[in-house]
């Protein structure tokens, strides 16, 4: 069963950053393109960002725009989510997902059904004072 495995997650001040990654152990990411989701407490699971699987090109949710940046180093086999000027909103589970669309990146929204495969554990943010 392939899974991908996200770590980075911790306990962050408002205003503070964080660098989410992103790895597979039994495929190589560089066939896919890439999304990093959220689930805050009580609420559903919503697409943050993703990137394409070869141009680079990049969506992000309009929450999370201008503070936060993908990018994806294929020679490690990781994506990574550099998450800056963090908000106690962004608090929530992360988690990261092959997505069926190679140039998902390049599209206006990431939804749930636009994700293959299972997820992982994820990674916790918590972003408090």
């Known amino acids: 069963q392939w899974q991908l495995v996200e770590s980075g997650g911790g306990l962050v001040q408002p205003g503070g950053s964080l660098r989410l990654s992103c790895a597979a152990s039994v495929f190589t990411l560089d066939v896919y393109a890439i999304g990093w989701f959220r689930q805050a407490p009580g609420k559903g699971r919503e697409g943050v960002s993703s990137?394409?699987?070869?141009?680079?090109?990049?969506y992000y949710a309009d929450s999370v725009k201008g503070r936060f940046t993908i990018s994806r180093d294929n020679a490690k086999n990781t994506v990574y989510l550099q998450m800056n000027r963090l908000k106690p909103d962004d608090t929530g589970i992360y988690y990261c997902?092959?997505?069926?669309?190679?140039?998902?990146?390049?599209?206006?929204?990431?939804?749930?059904?636009?994700?293959?495969?299972?997820w992982g554990q994820g990674t916790q943010v918590t972003v408090s004072s």
């Open positions: 997902a092959a997505l069926l669309s190679p140039d998902a990146g390049s599209h206006l929204s990431l939804l749930l059904s636009d994700a293959l495969g299972s």
């Open positions: 990137i394409s699987r070869s141009d680079g090109s990049t």
